[in-house]
């Protein structure tokens, strides 16, 4: 039945402090085998949630001790079935327990007592939770504790009484719940000033609710019931340690034990700068750097909605000067709610209003409290001059609400400069322009006594204002936000500035004044009270009542006079109060300003101004903001430029700048590099590129002379020692970042001062001077000078930097004073970094420092790689019309603006680009770049003012990807100039590859329909626009540009933006007009789109630097393009000709694979052809079509290819896009050769097998002869009786063969005139010259002909023959002539040579290739395309080839007699005939004679007709890839070497035999690069294994396909058409071989593999025996000629010093040369001298000088309109003037011997030729090829 278990635990407990320490207890409980007993297990509680410094957590230690709670409970009984118990009875005579009570209940055990019935020991003890058994156990005692049990949660427990015999009674239940746990793991999520927010673990049991109390000490605070986990306390006070203690309460009101967090609630400056996110910023100061950045942040539409992004949203409205700024809120949605149509007023009002959240309101007050609290001085600054522009009060001092110390903000305020014309100025024009802090100003203050019924700051703004221009200067209750209870900004002092205008009818008071706004209450307040009583002129003290209030202004120490302005209306007005304190304070009348009863706000500021007014008559005293210093000092105020690097910066601009006395005197004396030195070298620059003042010089020693100035100009500079005041400057700029940007700061501030004094007489003396321009234009032009000199900046320093590193670079790079200044540059790249704006165009020299400007750029892009990708944005506009201004709201920049000097020439300026905008818009950076007006007037009176303004303009645009073409409505009479300049810009730039995007801005347009009303204005620009490019187009000499879309990307809708004016209202109390900033606004964003769409990509900042370079180089010269050259342009360039390179290497080798494959089928026809196959002119029909098909999918693969190309962003692919044609067209023509080639060459091979098919007939009728004779003879033997000997059989044979050759004698091939044959082609190809020519080839002996040196004299062999030609044949134009001649003949004759060295007969076509070469050069060379000189060179040239023909064809008959083929195959038939009549098995020696003598020869054509294309991949991918990949590489490093080597043979051979000099050069570079190694032995043993692992697998392939009893020869048929795309097998050959055989197909199948295997070692064998020459003379397809026509290009050369050149592709447009040469190198001379011209073809082009030539017919014709006669050659000007080096210095160290050899007398040298070293050389190769 059943059994019992008696287990005894002892459980007690022991509770310490922070410990719990478990025993056991003791416990009968009796089992039944059907009870369970589960694992009893103790658990400890859980520690809580972390804790922290700040935060501490407390739990009760006892959470999960049993805890004695007696319970009396009602017990039910009732009875329980359990129909599992079927041995169990259950009996209502069996007596039940009594009063089940449980006696105590814990969170996890219970203790039960009942009363045991009389004779009954044993009880059954059952307990439930959720309707399931738990447990089920025995007991002996009255007594039980349960344990395991689950906290909070309900239990019924049950227990019946059980006999002896196990019958049950009737069971009593009682239900209760156990204790719950406390929460666990309580956090504080988020602690604010006021709120403390917390979350805790939800546990497993169900809780009712959950009681949270907060208490400060023992005091509660506040108490909640939440069902949720988590809760917050708000309306906490500030700076306090409070303790959270959280309760878990059941359904049945159960509750647990506490559970305590701590928390501290934050400062209430901490608590609102955690809400809006800068809490991090409090100690790490925000940048202004980080707040220009631009980020999504800048350009979002949205509204705020956290509090975290309203300080953004205010910074970002600010830094763009919108007036809306401090209208900051987070966005609500009860105005959504509102307007649903389903809106219960019942039901919903209640939550209508409790969403009026207050939490998510901040007053904008604190906002700008916090955000000058969190920035650093530069930032400060920045939002204080921003602020003053909206014409919002500023902070003067800002409170610190946990240090209660605020600071005096006399920093921040430095940088407003504000412009006014008070009345008391004499002069009704002038006006006073002064830096506010410097400006001696009365300042009058208010602040508050007590409670104020009226808002101070609300009659402040109506005091300000006029009625008609009514501005919020003063933040208050009615604005934005201005209800919420202020935080932080209590005690903020603001200060504003009344400041005239001048007129009596608009000004409030007639003389500027200073007005101060304390927040809070005076009492509250005291140190910033006193500090406006010392400060103040006057102190308005607003007050409701003064019962006991007063105290503070009768203790208080007044400078100030008092002025009380109380409110009447109030009911706390007490007279008599008001009376005591007048008294007291000794006050006037006047003194006392009340708003009664009846008087309305009007009125009452009527009174309050009339009080002003009339306080400012009585000459109050006044103070500079700077003076207030001290009394702060003294009153304990911090001043914010007391840190250490504000005050040594302070020292160390002050130390330059309070010298400076007479402005002219101090840059003469202090800056002297700028001044006439580098104007003067400035004007040289630009003289050396235009030549006008050269005259009659000769060009080049007129540069010379050039270049020995500037260097004496440089040595000048050189010669000067730095100055003081730089040495304190570079000394400042060396400190540390913080104390750089103050100093820099510092030293604006203080010049922009000085500049705005020494300017003011200056530009009123100009203004009247240029009311009569053309009277006073002497005048203007001195004050004009005399204005630039007495400008001053810090771009003045910055520049004189630059000019003290660039004179230094003349010097040794080990000089000590070079080296003193090799570290200026990565200071100016850090300036740069910093936001400070660089001057890249100088505007008084107009000139760029192209040295300085490298070296910090290049520093720049090392500081930030390799994030240096940028976007370059400029603006272009009439002067004076706010481009600065717009750059500045646009951006948050600092572009100087009316700081008494306008933009001169153009500064750049860096802005970073955030990391959440960087993929979208392609760059790291914007480089923003600020200009010069154009149409200046200062430049308007100089001479070069028009060509000034195309320089910057031309400059600018070009180094832009967007430009912004300003246009002031105003100003539109100026405009068309204005386009004109722009139009040539861009035309410039789209045709040197690059087209920027063009933005239009017309400022000055208010309409809201502006852009609709302006519909018809924009057509009409547009118009102007497209006449204007025609025009310029016409000038540029690029007519095919007709509309102003054709040279950029303009879209007259999205391309124009009307912005109105600035300013709303009249300055200088005006604030900046809404509609302003938020045009700009969108203009902005839409420039940022712009820049994500912008297809050039961001350049990186090398690119950016190689563009000014290129561009500045161009601008100098007055023909700007046709004078660009740019080394980003050349290098994308020479990616584009390495790509097209590739394809059409490519294309050739697979075309050149695909014949070869079809010329062995040719040659196999006859071998594989079978009685189905037509004759071999349909299979040639058949290979034409497939080859055009080739063609045609090849030709569609490179052209693909190129539209890839194109699509890519990278590489700069944009800048090249115009060469896109030229290699289309390359690609078409380079089809079109290859077609015309293929075909002829499948011609040529059907030919050559028709030819050779008839040779083999004949060699066929006498082999067949042969074998039937030798047949008839074996079968004669076989017949006779005898068996015969060896000898006898060779005496036998001997005897037949004789007979048989006697009887086959045959004369085979008949022998032709090849000179008779060459005769008739020429004529053919000479008979549309006229009579005359025919008459002169008839009269000539072709056999005469080419026996003599060919010699271009007129006095000789023309003479002699034709005509007199002396008139057509100069000297020069001899020698020129002389040099075709021998390039051509030299041509010529190699292919003659090639075609002889081979074993086929002359073919016609050979003679016609000739003369087709010839025409070629000729028409290529149209001066000597002359009859006589054409005829002659001719006939000397088929003279030769016709006797080198007739020597090939004579070879070929000779060797290919059928006689002596017959007798050569004599051993073979008598081997043949004795195995057949001694029966021996042929299979063996038939195989060999097959591999040896058919196979062999057609693998080792097979492999030197493959290797070609290998050796040409060899090449062009290995060590001198480089060197082959462009033609542009070629040159370089084929003068490279030159230069290296210095021998004037190999320069004389390059300059005169170009082309067999860069054939041999090649062909040295092959040889040497595989005589290194094995590596031609590698690509042999590679295609031999391949073509013997082909044979094989044919051998394989034949024996499936031939049938068993076919005979060997059909076997090797089968073979030979496996192989007929691969091997030639001759056919005579083959027929020869295949005689006389008895041979098998299975042992001849197994020989001939054994043979190929031993095919393989032999002919290694025989590779290695040959040396790389002897290879690579074998090989079908010369690498050396296919390098050559790779890089040899078109082979036109310059026209006049024959350089070569180098354009890719075959169909380009124009040819070009990297580097042109004096133009003696190509045999020019002086005609009366007899010297060698020294001119250099790349300056001439640009100078005033004149030429002549045959082309000219020998008449004079100016160098700049060269292309007139030679159209299709672009010569541009030299990327420097260094560029040309390389030939200058090969020309004087070979000037002898090229006089010599050109039969001429040496050139005068300019002497600084003579100073061009070997390296100087070099380094100018490298920069002619834009080698890096």
């Known amino acids: 039945m059943g059994f019992h278990t008696q287990l005894i635990f002892f459980w007690c407990f022991s509770t310490q402090k922070n410990s719990l320490v478990y025993y056991g207890i003791m416990v009968l409980i009796s089992f039944q085998n059907f009870g369970k007993l589960s694992d009893l297990c103790l658990s400890t509680v859980n520690p809580m949630a972390d804790t922290s410094e700040d935060e501490a957590f407390e739990d009760a230690s006892d959470f999960h001790k049993d805890e004695e709670s007696c319970l009396c409970t009602s017990l039910t009984s009732q009875s329980l079935e359990d129909d599992s118990k079927e041995n169990c009875l259950l009996t209502d005579d069996v007596p039940a327990p009594g009063d089940l009570t449980i006696q105590s209940i814990s969170t996890h055990s219970a203790v039960l007592i009942w009363d045991p019935p009389e004779g009954i020991v044993t009880f059954e003890l059952s307990f439930f939770t959720d309707g399931e058994q738990a447990e089920t156990r025995t007991t002996n005692s009255n007594s039980a504790e349960v344990e395991k049990l689950k906290p909070g949660t309900e239990y019924t427990f049950s227990v019946a009484s059980v006999t002896e015999k196990d019958r049950r009674s009737s069971p009593v239940t009682v239900t209760t719940h156990t204790k719950p746990v406390p929460p666990e793991r309580i956090k504080v999520n988020h602690v604010s000033a006021d709120s403390v927010s917390l ?27 939440t069902k949720s986990n988590k809760t917050t306390f708000n309306n906490l006070l500030s700076d306090v340690q409070y303790s959270i203690k959280v309760t878990s309460v059941l359904v049945n009101g159960s509750e647990s034990k506490m559970a305590t967090r701590y928390a501290h609630t934050k400062t209430n400056l901490m608590g609102l700068l955690v809400k809006l996110g800068l809490v991090d910023h409090f100690k790490d100061k925000l940048s202004l750097s980080t707040v220009l950045q631009i980020s999504e942040k800048t350009i979002t539409d949205k509204a705020p909605t956290s509090l975290s992004s309203l300080p953004w949203c205010f910074l970002k409205r600010l830094m763009m000067v919108n007036v809306t700024a401090r209208s900051v809120k987070c966005v609500s949605t009860v105005d959504d709610n509102l307007d649903s149509a389903d809106f219960d007023i019942y039901n919903d009002l209640d939550s209508l209003v409790d969403c009026m959240d207050s939490s998510i309101v901040i007053n904008p007050l604190d906002i700008v409290t916090a955000l000058f609290l969190c920035s650093d001085g530069f930032l400060q600054q920045e939002m204080a001059l921003k602020m003053s522009m909206c014409q919002f009060s500023v902070p003067l001092l800002l409170p610190s609400c946990d240090t209660n110390q605020p600071m005096f903000m006399v920093w921040a305020l430095r940088d407003i400069v504000k412009k006014f014309r008070p009345h008391s100025l004499g002069d009704p024009r002038g006006f006073v322009e002064e830096r506010i802090v410097l400006s001696t100003l009365p300042m009058v203050s208010f602040v508050r006594l007590g409670e104020c019924g009226f808002s101070k700051s609300q ?416 603006v272009l506009g009439v002067q004076s019309t706010g481009k600065s201004t717009l750059l500045n709201t646009m951006f948050g920049v600092q572009f100087a603006v009316s700081s008494g000097r306008c933009t001169r020439g153009a500064f750049m300026l860096l802005i970073k680009v955030d990391d959440d905008l960087r993929n979208e818009m392609d760059c790291d950076y914007l480089m923003i770049i600020d200009t010069e007006g154009l149409k200046s007037p200062e430049l308007a009176q100089l001479d070069d003012s028009y060509e000034h303004d195309n320089e910057l303009a031309t400059l600018v645009v070009g180094l832009s990807d967007i430009t912004i073409i300003n246009i002031a409505m105003e100003n539109s009479t100026e405009m068309k100039d204005i386009l004109q300049i722009v139009v040539h810009a861009f035309l410039r730039m789209k045709e040197v590859g690059k087209k920027p995007i063009c933005q239009f801005v017309h400022q000055n347009v208010a309409d809201v329909s502006a852009h609709d009303k302006n519909l018809r204005d924009r057509k009409l620009l547009l118009e102007q626009l497209n006449e204007m490019t025609q025009a310029a187009a016409k000038m540029e000499g690029k007519e095919e540009n007709q509309k102003f879309t054709d040279v950029m990307e303009y879209d007259p809708e999205r391309g124009n933006w009307y912005i109105p004016g600035l300013w709303h209202g009249n300055p200088p109390m005006a604030p900046v007009n809404a509609g302003y900033s938020e045009a700009v606004y969108d203009f902005k964003k839409t420039m940022v789109q712009v820049f994500g769409n912008c297809k050039t990509s961001g350049s990186n900042i090398k690119d950016f630097l190689e563009w000014t370079k290129s561009l500045w180089n161009a601008v100098k010269y007055e023909n700007f393009i046709f004078s660009f050259r740019n080394s980003l342009v050349a290098d994308a360039y020479m990616r584009l000709c390495t790509e097209y390179n590739k394809w059409e290497w490519d294309f050739k080798k697979h075309m050149y694979s695909w014949l070869t494959s079809a010329e062995t089928k040719i040659s196999n026809f006859e071998v594989t052809r079978t009685e189905m196959d037509n004759d071999i002119n349909d299979f040639l029909c058949q290979l034409k079509t497939k080859a055009v098909l080739e063609l045609d999918q090849r030709e569609k693969v490179v052209l693909n290819s190129l539209t890839e190309y194109f699509k890519q962003t990278e590489g700069h692919v944009f800048l090249v896009e115009r060469y896109r044609e030229d290699f289309s067209s390359s690609a078409k023509c380079l089809r079109r050769d290859l077609q015309n080639s293929v075909q002829s060459k499948l011609e040529m091979a059907v030919s050559i097998s028709k030819g050779m098919n008839k040779l083999e007939k004949i060699k066929k009728s006498h082999t067949d002869v042969m074998e039937r004779k030798v047949l008839q003879l074996l079968e004669k033997c076989k017949t006779s009786s005898s068996k015969k000997t060896d000898p006898e059989l060779q005496e036998i044979f001997e ?344 041979a098998k197909v299975e042992p001849f199948a197994q020989s001939l593999s054994g043979f190929i295997q031993d095919l393989e070692r032999s002919l290694k064998e025989k590779f290695l025996k040959l040396d790389t020459q002897a290879r690579l003379q074998t090989l079908r397809m010369k690498p050396q000629d296919e390098l050559f026509k790779r890089v040899f290009g078109c082979g036109k050369q310059c026209p006049f010093c024959k350089a070569p050149c180098e354009a890719g592709g075959e169909a380009h447009s124009d040819h070009c040369a990297s580097i042109h040469r004096p133009k003696g190198l190509g045999m020019y001379r002086w005609e009366q001298s007899k010297k060698l011209t020294i001119d250099i073809c790349s300056s001439s082009v640009f100078s005033d000088i004149q030429f002549r030539c045959s082309e000219t017919k020998y008449q004079w014709h100016p160098y700049k309109k060269y292309r007139e006669i030679f159209p299709d050659w672009h010569i541009p000007a030299d990327p420097s003037i260094q560029a040309s080096d390389y030939w200058k210095y090969v020309l004087v160290k070979f000037n002898t011997q090229f006089a010599v050899h050109y039969r001429a007398k040496p050139a005068d040298i300019p002497s600084e030729w003579k100073r061009i070293t070997k390296e100087q050389a070099e380094n100018s190769l490298k920069e002619s090829f834009s080698i890096k």
């Not at 009681?211 to 108490?223: I, K, P, R, S, Y």
């Not at 088929?1438 to 020597?1447: E, H, L, N, P, T």
Request: hydrophobic share 35%; proline share 3%.
């Open 1295 to 1638: 005897r037949v063969w004789e007979e048989t050759v006697s009887e086959v004698t045959s004369h085979g091939l008949k022998r032709r005139d090849i000179a008779s044959d060459v005769h008739n082609h020429l004529r053919s190809n000479l008979k549309q010259r006229g009579g005359s020519v025919n008459e002169m080839i008839n009269k000539v002996n072709l056999s005469e002909c080419g026996t003599q040196p060919f010699i271009v004299s007129p006095e000789n062999f023309f003479q002699k023959v034709f005509h007199n030609v002396k008139k057509l044949f100069s000297e020069d134009n001899q020698m020129m002539a002389q040099e075709v001649a021998d390039n051509l003949i030299q041509n010529c004759l190699s292919f003659v040579e090639e075609k002889c060295c081979g074993t086929s007969d002359y073919y016609e076509t050979y003679i016609q290739e000739i003369l087709h070469k010839i025409d070629n050069t000729l028409s290529s060379n149209r001066k000597f395309q002359k009859d006589e000189f054409e005829v002659s060179l001719k006939l000397h040239i088929c003279g030769i080839a016709a006797k080198r023909f007739q020597d090939m064809h004579n070879r070929f008959i000779h060797d290919n007699d059928p006689n002596r083929c017959l007798q050569h195959f004599k051993e073979k038939y008598f081997a043949d005939f004795k195995d057949l009549y001694n029966e021996r098995d042929q299979c063996k020696r038939k195989a060999e004679q097959f591999t040896t003598l058919c196979l062999q020869p057609a693998v080792e054509f097979w492999i030197a007709a493959s290797l070609g294309p290998d050796i040409v991949d060899e090449i062009l991918m290995g060590k001198n890839a480089l060197q082959f990949s462009t033609r542009a590489f070629f040159q370089y490093s084929l003068l490279r070497e030159l230069l290296l080597e210095c021998n004037f043979k190999n320069y004389e051979r390059y300059i005169c035999s170009y082309e067999d000099f860069v054939k041999d050069w090649i062909y040295g570079r092959i040889k040497e690069h595989f005589e290194n190694g094995n590596k031609m032995s590698q690509l042999e043993d590679k295609y031999l294994k391949t073509i013997l692992k082909d044979i094989l697998k044919a051998i394989q392939t034949a024996q499936k396909q031939t049938n068993s009893g076919a005979t060997v020869k059909k076997f090797i048929q089968n073979i030979c058409r496996e192989l007929e795309a691969k091997l030639a097998i001759p056919k005579d050959v083959l027929d020869a071989v295949m005689a006389l055989s008895n």
């Open 459 to 874: 009659i402040l703004n109506k005091l300000l204002s006029n009625p008609q221009q009514y501005h919020d200067t003063f933040l208050h209750h009615d604005m934005d936000c201005g209800d919420s209870p202020r935080k932080i900004s209590d005690g903020l002092v603001e200060i504003s500035w009344y400041l005239p205008c001048g007129n009596k009818n608009i000004d409030i008071f007639p003389e500027p004044v200073a007005v101060a706004n304390l927040r809070g209450d005076i009492r509250s307040f005291e140190t910033q009270y006193s500090f406006l009583c010392q400060t103040s002129s006057a102190v308005f003290v607003f007050f409701d009542s003064l019962d006991t209030e007063h105290k503070i202004l009768t203790t208080q120490h007044h400078k100030a006079q008092l002025f009380l302005v109380g409110n009447a209306q109030n009911k706390n007005f007490n007279v008599n109060d008001l009376k005591l304190v007048a008294s007291e304070l000794n006050l006037k009348k006047a003194n006392i300003i009340l708003k009664v009863k009846q008087m309305n706000d009007a009125d009452f500021v009527k009174n309050l101004r009339s009080t002003i007014t009339n306080w400012l008559k009585s000459d109050p005293s006044k103070m500079q903001l700077e003076q207030m210093s001290d009394i702060a000092h003294e009153l304990g105020i911090r001043v914010d430029e007391d840190n250490r690097e504000c005050q040594n910066a302070k020292i160390n601009a002050f130390e330059i700048t309070t010298k400076i006395e007479d402005t002219s005197q101090f840059k003469e004396s202090q800056l002297p590099l700028q001044g006439k030195i580098w104007k003067e070298l400035a004007k040289l620059e630009k003289e050396e590129c235009r030549l006008r003042k050269a005259g009659d010089q000769n060009i080049e020693n007129y540069k010379s002379e050039l270049q020995t100035q500037k260097r004496n100009l440089r040595k000048e500079q050189s010669s000067y020692d730095m100055s003081g005041a730089m040495t304190c400057f570079i000394n400042a700029l060396s400190m540390s970042g913080l104390e750089r940007a103050y100093f820099l700061k510092w030293m604006r501030m203080n010049l922009d001062n000085l500049s705005r004094k020494s300017l003011t007489g200056l530009r009123d003396q100009y203004k009247e001077k240029c009311q009569d321009s053309v009277v006073n234009k002497k005048e203007i032009k001195e004050l004009d000078k005399q204005i630039s000199n007495s400008s001053l900046g810090i771009e003045h320093f910055v520049r004189e930097m630059g000019q003290l590193y660039e004179s230094t670079l003349t010097l040794p790079k080990t000089s000590k004073v070079r080296q003193q200044m090799v570290h200026l540059p990565d200071l100016c790249a850090k300036l740069l970094l910093d936001g400070f704006p660089l001057e890249l165009v100088d505007g008084d020299a107009s000139n760029i420092p192209l040295n300085w400007v490298r070296d910090v750029l290049l520093k720049l892009d090392h500081l930030v790689k390799p994030r240096n990708k940028i976007l370059v944005v400029t």
């Open 199 to 225: 979350s805790w673990e939800s546990p497993d049991f169900p809780v009712g609710e959950y009681h949270v109390t907060c208490w400060q000490g023992d005091q509660l605070v506040q108490e909640m019931a």
